[in-house]
């Protein structure tokens, strides 16, 4: 095509005014600094948020390895979607006014989605789609549903080892949360609950299936398979510990049973990768 027939209202992608962009996301990076500050705090100080620093790396390179149809994309800007960064910035300010952190870290990402479409268009948006939609892993889900979901996985996670302790010899009495062994009253707290492995998997399994698996159906069946896998491997890892508590009681506290954490972790990424490979080998049996 000529470029005399290039409509004038749309550009390819290439020539995008890049310092224009790197300009105004600046300015929202400022604006909302107030609100961003805080979440970063809060990645360094909360552990069922470790992953997070890896989230803003992961949308880039997937952004970058989709650069070919970004650039080639037409540029048509939408002035419209303006409309979407004034309505980031009210929210921001009602959450943060209102004090409600996931309100108003949300309607920053709002308003980076509000940006890329008025400057560059409907087309550009669609093939930054999952590096935007990533970037919510960033955000602590809010505090009510992290509750929610905290409580049934403690008692998920007591009874399994409940039984568990019970089936291989150790005498254990459960009383809500709580085992009572021979020589010692173990608590399931909500730091082993099982919510921190969970998060952390979930954003993994997003990141691995775009990343590694082409097929969509695959890549759903990777993010449904984070929730067996950590509740399984989370009661594994508190039976581990009334175990050892029975037998090794040094080994149950501190730093062992911070290292028991990592290491059930990566039990957990195995069982991941164990669990698209089994499928692949399965998909291409059917296929075959």
């Not at 005399?4 to 005014?17: G, K, N, Q, T």
Request: charged share 15%; proline share 5%; glycine share 6%.
């Amino acid at each position: 095509m000529t470029e005399e027939a290039l409509s004038p209202a749309v550009r390819p992608a290439l020539d995008l005014h890049l310092p224009a962009i790197l300009w105004v996301l600046g300015l929202l990076i400022f604006l909302y600094y107030p609100v961003l500050k805080p979440m970063v705090t809060e990645w360094v100080n909360d552990e069922s948020m470790g992953h997070a620093f890896f989230v803003p790396l992961v949308a880039g390179y997937a952004a970058w390895l989709n650069r070919e149809r970004i650039l080639a994309a037409p540029v048509k800007p939408c002035w419209p979607a303006l409309t979407l960064v004034v309505w980031g910035f009210c929210q921001m300010m009602l959450g943060y006014l209102g004090a409600d952190f996931f309100l108003a870290r949300t309607a920053f990402l709002i308003a980076v989605v509000g940006v890329i479409w008025t400057l560059a268009g409907t087309a550009v948006l669609r093939t930054l789609a999952f590096p935007l939609f990533v970037l919510i892993f960033m955000i602590r889900i809010p505090l009510f549903i992290y509750q929610q979901i905290t409580s049934p996985l403690q008692g998920l996670a007591s009874s399994v080892a409940s039984r568990t302790l019970e089936l291989i010899g150790i005498p254990v009495l459960r009383d809500g949360n709580v085992l009572q062994l021979a020589s010692k009253r173990l608590e399931v707290v909500e730091a082993c609950s099982g919510i921190r492995s969970l998060l952390s998997l979930t954003f993994l399994s997003v990141a691995y299936g775009y990343l590694f698996e082409r097929r969509t159906w695959m890549r759903v069946v990777l993010f449904i398979a984070t929730v067996p896998i950590a509740i399984v491997a989370n009661a594994g890892r508190v039976t581990l510990t009334g175990i050892l508590t029975e037998y090794k009681p040094d080994m149950a506290e501190g730093a062992y049973h911070m290292f028991e954490g990592w290491v059930i972790f990566m039990v957990e990424l195995v069982a991941l990768l164990a669990v698209h490979r089994l499928l692949s080998r399965l998909a291409r049996r059917s296929h075959a």
